[in-house]
């Protein structure tokens, strides 16, 4: 068993001035000593975030910031069987009027195809993804 890590809770730490050491040791309290990664959709996320930065030194901190952490997570890929999983819970979801958000279906769905949870502190969005478990931070 392992962790997805919402881009919300990098986010969060990052924000806060945390250390990508104290971001893990804030997910281990949380959610005890499992693997924690990211997936490649959230990378994408947080990348976003440091280009969308409004001065170079916000940048350099998001940067450096998501480098560290890569060196110390593995980052699962989206995969074809992902995108399957993925496609299956957003039709069958969309027949029952529920619209998730594209990155937080896809994300979610890399924690299902792997059999992990996803940390976030968005639960709302991820608690429409059905199978999933979900921990808040």
Avoid: C, W
């Amino acid at each position: 068993m392992g962790l997805i890590l919402d881009s919300s809770v990098v986010i969060a730490a990052e924000r806060r001035g945390d250390t990508p050491e104290q971001l893990v040791q804030q997910v281990i309290s949380v959610a005890g000593n499992q693997e924690a990664a990211l997936s490649s959709v959230g990378l994408t996320e947080l990348v976003h975030g440091i280009y969308r930065a409004n001065s170079a030194q916000v940048q350099a901190r998001r940067r450096s910031f998501v480098d560290e952490l890569r060196i110390g997570l593995t980052v699962y890929p989206y995969t074809a069987e992902t995108a399957m999983l993925a496609g299956r819970i957003d039709g069958e979801q969309t027949l029952k009027g529920v619209v998730i958000p594209y990155a937080d279906l896809l994300i979610g769905a890399t924690a299902l195809s792997l059999a992990f949870s996803v940390l976030t502190s968005n639960m709302r969005h991820f608690a429409l993804i059905p199978g999933l478990h979900v921990i808040s931070l």
